[in-house]
C-alpha cells in the first residue's frame, strides 16, 4: 500500500510539472514581451508559479523532516507575495 501512496505522489508531480509547463507555454504565446509592461508581466507571472511551487514544496517537505526547521512556517508565511505591477 506505502509503494502505491509514493507512485501516486511521483504521478501527481509529474503531472504538475507537466501542466505548469503547458500553462507557462500557452502564456508565453499571448506575450509581447517586445514592450516594458509586457515583459514585466512575464516576469510576474513566472514568479508567481515559481513562488507558490517554493511555498508547496517547503511546506510537503517538513511533513517528513519535523523538528529540522524545514518547513515549519506556515505556506502562508514562507515566501512574501510578489509585487504586481501594471
Not at 501512496?5 to 502564456?27: I, P, S, Y
Not at 504565446?29 to 509592461?37: D, K, N, R, Y
Not at 515559481?50 to 519535523?66: F, I, L, P
Amino acid at each position: 500500500m506505502a509503494d502505491q501512496d509514493a507512485q501516486d505522489r511521483d504521478f501527481d508531480a509529474m503531472t504538475a510539472r507537466l501542466l505548469r509547463r503547458e500553462a507557462l507555454r500557452r502564456a508565453a504565446q499571448g506575450l509581447s514581451t517586445a514592450s516594458g509592461p509586457g515583459l514585466e508581466d512575464a516576469l510576474a507571472q513566472i514568479s508567481d508559479e515559481v513562488t507558490a511551487d517554493a511555498v508547496y514544496r517547503r511546506a510537503h517537505s517538513g511533513q517528513n523532516q519535523a523538528g529540522t526547521g524545514v518547513g515549519d512556517k506556515a505556506p502562508a508565511e514562507a515566501a512574501p507575495k510578489p509585487i504586481r505591477r501594471g
